[in-house]
């Protein structure tokens, strides 16, 4: 959609309260991040496996001199 800006002087800008401006363009919210979206999209038995493989896991093996 593309806005024709008008230029507006003095009493002009009292025609249009604070309420009609906010109106046209709602806040745009942030979508969440990749990772809380994933676990929120799988089924709960998923997220239980997923818990318990990263609670097993030794880890990285310590570098060896």
């Known amino acids: 959609m593309k806005r024709t800006v008008i230029p507006f002087v003095g009493e002009q800008l009292l025609l249009f309260s604070v309420d009609d ?8 919210k942030k979508p969440a991040p990749a990772r809380r979206r994933a676990l929120r999209c799988l089924p709960p038995q998923a997220v239980h496996e ?13 570098d060896r001199p």
């Open 21 to 28: 401006v906010a109106a046209e363009d709602p806040p745009v």
């Open 50 to 62: 997923l818990l318990a493989a990263a609670e097993s896991d030794p880890g990285p093996a310590p």
